[in-house]
């Protein structure tokens, strides 16, 4: 019914940026009444929530992100963004969307590789 995916990553070198979008696609989803969040999880390393927004546009980040990061959202398309500046190369991770704090099926992710 509902389906959450991502795209976006790539393989870049550290100081690059890079632009994620989540598309929240099923009929019936009114995006506008969640909110919504970007996750990361690392190899070896525990799924965090990088970036939060809620239905209003107030956003959240974690410490590592703040500064970097902007998470964006448009209701009308069911799109989350996420644009990352100055990525260094503990920002690898398979990213996710989804809605929080009760999540949907987790989507497929799309990496991000920052290396030298």
């Known amino acids: 019914q509902v389906q959450l995916v991502e795209s976006g990553g790539g393989f870049l070198q550290p100081g690059g940026s890079l632009s994620l979008s989540c598309v929240v696609s099923g009929s019936g989803t009114i995006l506008s009444l969640y909110a919504m969040g970007w996750f990361r999880q690392a190899p070896g390393k525990q799924r965090e929530l990088v970036a939060a927004?809620?239905?209003?546009?107030?956003?959240t980040y974690v410490d590592s992100a703040e500064g970097r990061f902007t998470i964006s959202r448009d209701n009308a398309k069911k799109t989350v963004m996420l644009r990352m500046l100055s990525l260094k190369p503990e920002d690898t991770a398979v990213y996710y969307c989804?809605?929080?704090?009760?999540?949907?099926?987790w989507g497929q992710g799309t990496q991000v590789t920052v290396s030298s």
């Open positions: 927004i809620t239905p209003g546009g107030i956003t």
């Open positions: 989804n809605t929080v704090p009760v999540h949907l099926n």
